[in-house]
């Protein structure tokens, strides 16, 4: 819409509705063309065999939207993380705790 006020040299200040500039310049809204397309590729993975990978992941995404989680496995266990990301990855079994309790900085993993 703002390309399309540059267009006609329709300033915020005017006041005029998104209506009157797509009918003064006759062009589609694009938040409609990008909705048409979403459709298309959502029917074009929804009629695709069920063992495809995107036919997987969108039936996931629509079941997890839903409120249905595929295994109890998904579950997190309750409460605060023992570990963060950065540790879990180090493969260290460090808390963060720990690590601003030692010498230097903390995003440094000091193995002993």
Request: hydrophobic letters at 30%; charged letters at 20%.
């Given at each position: ?87 879990s990855y180090a493969g260290t079994t460090t808390t963060r705790h720990q690590l601003t309790c030692r010498e230097g900085p903390p995003h440094v993993v000091i193995r002993e």
């Amino acid at each position: 819409m703002k390309c399309q006020r540059q267009i006609t040299k329709i300033c915020w200040q005017d006041h005029t509705r998104n209506s009157e500039v797509a009918a003064r310049t006759s062009l589609h809204l694009l938040s409609d063309l990008i909705t048409r397309r979403q459709n298309s590729v959502f029917g074009h993975i929804a009629r695709l065999p069920e063992d495809m990978p995107a036919h997987q992941a969108l039936q996931c995404h629509v079941d997890l939207t839903l409120g249905y989680l595929p295994d109890q496995s998904w579950k997190r266990h309750p409460g605060r993380p023992t570990t963060d990301g950065l540790t879990s990855y180090a493969g260290t079994t460090t808390t963060r705790h720990q690590l601003t309790c030692r010498e230097g900085p903390p995003h440094v993993v000091i193995r002993e």
